[in-house]
């Protein structure tokens, strides 16, 4: 699957903010979020699942970074 820029985008800054040997997961956990995206099956229950998910990849002193980020994709400015 192509990603688009902002997906690129998005995945490079995850991964500069991933523990060390959790680069892989933290590709699959996105590359599965891009599909549903994609297909449209991306649900409030994924995301929900997603979340935690992808924090627990995070290098503890990233996330509440990690997550200003992704309250930005979820609430654009207008």
Do not use: C, W, Y
């Amino acid at each position: 699957m192509a990603l688009n820029a902002g997906q690129e985008k998005f995945l490079n800054f995850i991964l500069e903010h991933t523990q060390d040997g959790k680069a892989e997961d933290a590709k699959k956990l996105l590359a599965e979020s891009f599909g549903k995206q994609a297909d449209g099956t991306f649900t409030e229950e994924f995301k929900n699942a997603f979340i935690p998910r992808m924090i627990a990849l995070l290098k503890p002193e990233k996330i509440e970074e990690v997550k200003n980020v992704m309250n930005n994709f979820k609430h654009p400015q207008q």
